[in-house]
């Protein structure tokens, strides 16, 4: 966990701040000199966190853009704003290749909730130290003059839920090569000493990576410890069993149990997640409609239409797994991850070229969604991300 921010700057590192600002369009050079000489009159010590302040106050809108992390990374742009907070792309100031988004919880908000700062604390404790590169990576976690933080990779890519709204039902293929990803991803987890579930597996939680050509699990804001599901999750859970108003999104992919607000903590949550996005992605449905999510809220059984109906011409085999998957009762569903992973290795013996087919169809997405974007009205590469990056954000109050 880092520590507060180094106050020990120079004049000379606002000297070379403000040309990064002026480098990335955040203000001018001539603009942050001013602001330089207007707080040394002062007799204060000029640094970048009082010339953002300057600058804040000149113009609100400016948000976070500009202020310095830790004194390594200088925040860009906000990719996105939910109810707990912000999410920002940020640059490493010595390493200008490296870019990083990064969760901020104000301070404003923490005081207002203060669970709030307990589920950020967790999400950096459970991520830090996680090296598969199927995983989101965390970097660190900590605060900061204005609350706060997660630093997480940034991911130049675009979730499966934008991926399907942009390019279509995805290829048979495709969707069997992110079960195998996002399996191995969750035995990761569950393999872990502290047995992470990540409890939110679902197409908007899903990433393809552009650079990598694969998939990436994202979002470790509701995850916990299989031994440590404490009454914390089970009132998230139990605050939407009956979710008056709108359904959350997460509710369309949330196990039985986790609906029900009655999950111990078991691994067939994260099972039942993975099944639940295949569906949606293989059936373009949702498992269980909102009727459907508030009778079992009420302790009802409810069964789903099996996909080997729903898709009677795909792999029959694939769906076979996935409503296995799907299976109301925990103990119906896969016991195992890798009795899982075994029986989809099975599967990708029997779909010739499968690595092949997949590349090509990899490529042409990146490709289609690279043009996407230099024909958006803003021309923001990171665009795709304002809904993936962390959609994290718009769930964070959610089971």
């Known amino acids: 966990m880092s520590k507060d921010n180094d106050k020990n700057f120079s004049s000379t590192d606002c000297v070379d701040y403000a040309f990064m600002l002026d480098e990335y369009g955040i203000a001018s050079v001539n603009d ?17 966190d009082e010339v953002h302040g300057v600058l804040l106050s000149q113009d609100p809108s400016l948000g976070y853009c500009g202020a310095v992390l830790r004194s390594d990374y200088l925040l860009l742009e906000k990719l996105c704003e939910g109810g ?55 970097i660190d976690y900590g605060h900061f003059q204005y609350g706060n933080f997660v630093i997480l990779e940034f991911i130049n890519g675009a979730n499966l839920a934008e991926i399907h709204k942009h390019c279509g039902q995805l290829p048979e293929h495709v969707v069997l090569k992110c079960a195998l990803t996002i399996a191995h991803a969750l035995k990761s987890l569950h393999d872990l000493p502290a047995r992470i579930l990540h409890r939110d597996v679902k197409p908007s939680n899903i990433m393809f990576c552009f ?15 299989s031994n440590q599901y404490d009454a914390f999750h089970q009132s998230l859970t139990r605050e939407f069993s009956t979710f008056p108003g709108q359904c959350p999104q997460t509710l369309f992919f949330a196990a039985p149990e986790q609906i029900r607000g009655d999950a111990n903590g078991s691994v067939e949550i994260d099972f039942f997640g993975l099944g639940a996005a295949l569906y ?15 009778q079992i809220g009420m302790k009802q059984h409810v069964n789903h239409q099996p996909l ?19 299976s109301f009762h925990t103990l119906d569903r896969y016991r195992n991850i890798s009795t899982l992973i075994s029986d989809l290795e099975e599967c990708k013996m029997g779909m010739m070229d499968l690595d092949t087919s997949f590349e090509e169809w990899a490529l042409s997405v990146s490709e289609s969604f690279t043009f996407w974007n230099s024909t958006t009205v803003n021309n923001i590469q990171s665009q795709t991300n304002i809904q993936s990056q962390i959609d994290m954000m718009n769930d964070f109050t959610i089971l």
Not at 93 to 113: G, M, Q, W
Not at 211 to 224: C, Y
Request: proline share 3%.
């Open 308 to 326: 080997t109906q729903l898709k009677p011409n795909f792999n029959q085999r694939f769906c076979e797994i996935i409503d296995k998957l799907l």
């Open 84 to 138: 707990m907070g912000h999410v920002y792309k940020a640059v490493h100031i010595r390493n200008r290749t490296d870019y990083y988004a990064i969760k901020i919880l104000p301070f404003h908000k923490a005081a207002s909730d203060p669970t709030l700062v307990s589920r950020m604390q967790r999400e950096g404790k459970l991520g830090v130290g996680i090296t598969d590169n199927s995983i989101v990576h965390t």
């Open 211 to 225: 650079d990598r050509l694969d998939f990436v699990l994202i979002d470790l804001g509701i995850a916990s410890t």
């Open 280 to 294: 949606w992605l293989i059936g373009n449905k949702t498992v269980f409609s909102e009727k459907e999510i508030y």
């Open 32 to 48: 942050v000199r001013k602001i330089i000489k207007q707080i040394s009159l002062k007799g204060i010590d000029a640094n970048p």
